[in-house]
Nanobody, 112 residues
Framework: QVQLVESGGGLVQAGDSLRLSCAAS????????MAWFRQTPGKERDFVAF????????YYADSVKGRFSISRDNAKNTVYLQMNSLKPEDTAVYYC?????WGQGTQVTVST
């Protein structure tokens, strides 16, 4: 089982940037693709971004394409989500995911 711990969330204004981190432990991190999801109260958890094991392939939800960037550092067992030009509709709890494991989530709140 992989243990995942997200960090970096917070309260920002529209147009600001944040970088989320997800630290992994418990298995060989570099063997696994990673993804970010987000969830707002009463709604399903939605896909945000994906990165393959090497970092050479990424994929984004249309709603964040061009504003968010996923990356990973296999030496640090960490995946990142750089979020630029944040909008109020990006407000959510952000989760990282891999190998059937979820982190606890980190809250991102974007004010107008």
């Amino acid at each position: 089982q992989v243990q995942l711990v997200e960090s970096g969330g917070g309260l920002v204004q529209a147009g600001d940037s944040l970088r989320l981190s997800c630290a992994a432990s418990g298995r060989t991190f570099s063997n696994y693709p990673m993804a970010w999801f987000r969830q707002t109260p009463g709604k399903e958890r939605d896909f945000v971004a994906f990165i393959n094991w090497s970092g050479g392939s990424t994929y984004y939800a249309d709603s964040v394409k061009g504003r968010f960037s996923i990356s990973r550092d296999n030496a640090k067992n960490t995946v990142y989500l750089q979020m630029n030009s944040l909008k109020p509709e990006d407000t959510a709890v952000y989760y990282c995911y891999t190998a059937d494991s979820w982190g606890q989530g980190t809250q991102v709140t974007v004010s107008t």
